[in-house]
């Protein structure tokens, strides 16, 4: 009884302390160590039995093999976005696409389903089509909104098609293959790359005006050249190389994740330099990486201690002791933990959610009988649709905070409605995988089966 007493104040602690915005990371340490200390009886000896604990899970963690993943994925996705290879992709569709209704705003998610396949976060995708795609909308009088929700709604794509921070993490945390989770995120990402077209099309068709209705603005934005048929043949065919080198590379057995990650990163750089990359921006590339996954780092050592520390008290036996004892059917219970993942994407980033989440719930999911690797597709899809989510909304800000340049006067509230509809094509997404975990687990199962 003690030890769970512990644990709820623990976890009253951490939400507390979050609730108060102290950073998620130094949250989990200060709670971590306080349950340590009164763990093992709240003396002197406690303080060295936490530095102790802390300084090996740092240990363990940082020296882990699979942990330089995550910068090296990160840098091939900088290396390729500096190199102005996801603007030449995007224009070379959109110019394909030149008679289809909503052509933009769909070479928008075609363009943020390539680049997904080379960049694992969500944000830098939102990020680079706010800017690369808004223009162009509006410079063909798009509805704001309708641009808008186009440019936020795709950019979910980043964390569901490989290779993804998230799916990293979540691997990590549940010790999992990172190859097949990245395997299994394919089917269902572009899955929902298609819904988010046929809704884009069918909106498109039922109102012209939202897609300028063949009208092209007198706006002052400045016009954007067309892209070459070299430079597209040339930008697509690296895109595809590295796709194929890397992803290839892991699900056929060529490179464990971290050597693809590697070779990925190198390949981009190449890709970067023929397309002109300077000293000055590879250089900014390694260190725009190292300030944005230092953090993610420092975030999955104290997730361990804080880990660690729930199952000393039995935190994480208590959860999963009320949700196999509390009668529900296993639906009910996924649809428990998709409202706590919702929940808690109103205030927390995507990264912290799963850190606090994902170890628990995924043994309660393979105990109900949810294959684990569906599950996981689930998981980021759910804690996804959280960066939509108000207030927090992480990629919503940062769509803002991209098209401030060309259009200061938008309101955050308008992105929000905007991006609803793709928020709801997720859940949508979420329920087909929840009853045909074929869609992410038949993949996998072909390309990892023992031979």
Known sequence: MFEVNIAVLLVVCLIGLVAIGVHI???????????????????????????????????????????????????????????????????GINRLLRKIPGRLAIATVLGNALFSFVTGVSIASAAAFSRIAY????RFNYHKGFALGAIAGSSCLGMLIPPSVLMIVWGILTEQSIGQIFAAGVIPGLMLASLFIIYVFIRAIMNPSLVGGGVKANLAIEEVAEVSTGQFLISLFGIILVIVAVLGGIWFGFFTPTEGAGAGAFIGLMLGLIKGMRYKDIVESIL???????????????????????????????????FLGSGMEPWMVITVMVAIWFALGMIIDSISIMLLTAAIFAPIAVKLGFDPIAFAIIGIIAIEAGLYTPPFGLLVYTVKSAIQQFDPDINVMTIFKSSTPYWMIMLLGMILIINFPEIATWLPEKLFAPS
């Open 25 to 91: 990371a130094i949250a989990l340490g200060m709670t971590s160590a306080l349950g340590i200390f009164l763990v093992t009886g709240a003396d002197m000896n406690a303080f060295h039995t936490v530095q102790s604990m802390l300084a090996a899970t740092a240990y363990e963690a940082i020296r882990d093999y699979v942990f330089a993943v995550i910068p090296l994925f990160m840098l091939m996705g900088e290396f390729i976005g500096k190199s102005g290879t996801v603007t030449d992709v995007y224009r």
């Open 135 to 138: 223009p162009e909308m509006r």
């Open 288 to 322: 725009s990486v190292g300030k944005t996954s230092a953090p993610i780092l420092l975030l999955l050592v104290t997730a361990a201690l804080y880990s660690r520390t729930l199952a000393m008290t039995g935190m994480a036996n208590a959860i999963e002791g009320v």
